[in-house]
């Protein structure tokens, strides 16, 4: 979002109050310039080894987005058959896909094995079967768990001692007894830390853990990092450095590979990196309430449209685009969903009337796709902008959509 010189925000010069006025509020906005100038600043962070970003697709599955990410040269991570689906409908070959499950039933993995991606093992039975079943004659990936605990919030570190992510490092051995004993073609090793994650220090530190485990493994091609990095939430949060990051990576993993001798792929999974920033959500104040206790500005949306800040207590920048010139008040700004839904609190924002068009912004990751149907309703129509045309990629549900799987009507 631009504040432009006449303090009227904008979207590559479009105005929120006429995005909702074509097609309706609350909307997923998503601006594809950001898109693009994110996915550019980790390509040139890494331009010094042969990096592929995989895009944690959990994060943001609109197929628009998704076709964007292709056109830009940017693969998938996915982690279950229906965003493998999706991929493939946004038109990636499946071997540019990459599927990182937790804990699925094993049909899942042969499907999408047998489809064509490839797949990241995370746990030994899984490898277990997955050499019983494909032998060596399918390549995977083993998702290592280092025991490293780093993330924003406890609830999305995955990579500590108590995590159900991966399989731990310290069972080094029983990986390497089933590996021989299948002569499964472990191709790459893979590891995701947590979400959210500001300083080199903790990447730093998987990384030569999983240079160190590596050397077990004479066949690799790939080298897999996940994702993680920090975006700036609040206004001056400190964010991942990229730059000092790429630098500091890029000599590690250079030294790795001259001792492993060959050059590897280097692999990353960024899902909020890549699409956080460009996402707003609008929403449209239905009632203000001057409560003895609070101003509480009531919003059409709720936590059916964006959980995070109920599920993390994380916090979203909102801004009042109807009055930006406005006096500063207090107010918590909270959903219309039957169930506390509290978006901010005792949050200052330019005087809130009804029918002000708010937007909550850094909602391009984790927002539609953590969606749902609460209280039925009807989860938002989004709206790609990009060259400066604001499309829409996905309609706004309705009441049929609802009904659709319901039987007996
Ligand atoms: C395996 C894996 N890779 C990548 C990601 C993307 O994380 P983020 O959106 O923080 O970059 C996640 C989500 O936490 C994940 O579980
Ligand atoms: N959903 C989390 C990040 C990813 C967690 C999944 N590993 C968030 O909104 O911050």
């Given at each position: 979002m631009q504040l432009s010189d006449q303090n009227q925000y904008t979207i590559q010069g479009i105005a929120p109050a006429q995005l909702v006025e074509q097609f309706g509020s609350p909307l997923y906005v998503y601006d594809g310039q950001t898109i693009r100038r994110k996915a550019a600043a980790l390509q040139k962070a890494f331009s010094g080894v042969n990096m592929k970003i995989k895009f944690a697709c959990k994060s943001n599955t609109n197929l628009a987005v998704l076709r964007l990410m292709r056109e830009i040269g940017v693969e998938l991570d996915v982690v279950s058959p229906g965003e493998l689906e999706m991929g493939k409908l946004a038109g990636?070959?499946?071997?540019q896909i990459t599927f990182t499950p937790s804990?699925?039933?094993f049909y899942e993995v042969k499907e999408a094995v047998e489809a064509g991606a490839i797949v990241n093992v995370d746990s030994l039975p899984l490898l277990e079967w997955f050499g019983q079943t494909f032998g060596n004659t399918k390549p995977c990936l083993i998702r290592i768990k280092p025991n490293v605990a780093a993330g924003g919030h406890a609830k999305i570190m995955?990579?500590?001692?108590?995590?159900?992510?991966?399989?731990?490092?310290?069972l080094l051995d029983q990986i390497l007894e089933i590996v021989k004993k299948y002569d499964i073609k472990i191709i790459g090793l893979h590891q995701h830390t947590g979400?959210?994650?500001?300083?080199a220090e903790p990447f730093l530190k998987v990384a030569d853990i999983l240079f160190e485990t590596a050397k077990?493994?004479?066949?690799?091609?790939i080298v897999d990092l996940g994702g993680g990095f920090k975006v700036s939430y609040m206004p001056g949060d400190a964010i991942t450095d990229m730059e000092l990051l790429g630098n500091k990576i890029t000599a590690r993993f250079k030294k790795f590979c001259s001792e492993y001798g060959r050059e590897l792929q280097l692999w990353f999974e960024p899902g909020k990196f890549l699409v956080s920033e460009s996402g707003n959500l609008l929403v449209t104040t239905t009632v203000v309430k001057e409560d003895p206790a609070r101003n509480f500005v009531h919003v059409d949306s709720g936590l059916n449209h964006l959980i995070r800040p109920m599920m993390y207590g994380s916090y979203h920048h909102i801004l009042n685009t109807s009055n930006p010139t406005g006096e500063e008040k207090p107010y918590n700004v909270v959903g219309y969903?039957?169930?506390?839904?509290?978006?901010?609190?005792d949050r200052h924002l330019p005087e809130v009337r009804q029918g002000d068009i708010l937007a909550f912004l850094?909602?391009?990751?984790?927002g539609f796709t953590m969606s749902s149907n609460y209280n039925a309703r009807f989860r938002p129509a989004e709206v790609l902008v990009d060259n400066g045309e604001a499309r829409l990629v996905r309609r706004r549900e309705t009441l049929e959509d609802l009904l659709l799987t319901q039987q007996g009507l």
């Open positions: 990636y070959q499946a071997n804990g699925v039933p995955t990579a500590h001692a108590d995590s159900k992510f991966g399989i731990s490092v310290l979400s959210d994650i500001k300083d077990h493994f004479p066949d690799l091609e969903i039957c169930e506390t839904d509290t978006f901010a609190s850094n909602a391009g990751a984790y």
